[in-house]
């Protein structure tokens, strides 16, 4: 069997093979990059609950000793501006898992405008590759219709 012409549009066919593939690693960069920030705020998160049980239990240590008897009145007034001072880190740190959470909801839409280019370049690259599967079947039936003719 005689082989058929070459496809006319493979070089367009190739370009958007490449751009599908191009358009997987971006998509896989900018969800791994989701996957990296979404870990960081969950670690921020749990520090956070770190913190504020550290200072609930600092509070209960402080209650029990003043309760006993244990503190001067200038130690109680050094205990409550500490644990003050724990509420504001807390306060603090939680503007910082906003930031966080930010970080995260821009990298997600990143990650879904990668996911957008992926699907496009995935149906222009089908589109093609339907073209040509219709192209090479049409070559082969006037391939075998020439055969018969001989």
Avoid: C
């Amino acid at each position: 069997m005689a082989k058929g012409p070459a496809y006319r549009l493979q070089v367009l066919f190739e370009m958007r093979d490449k751009a599908k593939q191009a358009a997987e690693e971006v998509y896989a960069a900018k969800k791994k990059l989701v996957l990296v920030e979404q870990k960081k705020h969950d670690e921020m998160k749990i520090h956070l609950k770190e913190m504020i049980q550290k200072r609930q239990e600092k509070k209960a240590d402080y209650s029990e000793r003043t309760r006993r008897g244990e503190y001067t009145i200038n130690q109680i007034q050094q205990n409550d501006r500490h644990i003050e001072k724990m509420k504001q880190q807390e306060a603090a740190y939680q503007v910082e898992i906003d930031r966080q959470q930010e970080r995260v909801a821009e990298a997600e839409r990143v990650a879904e405008e990668a996911m957008q280019l992926l699907i496009k370049a995935t149906q222009d690259y089908k589109a093609l590759e339907k073209h040509k599967e219709k192209w090479q079947k049409a070559v082969k039936r006037e391939l075998a219709m020439k055969e018969e003719d001989q």
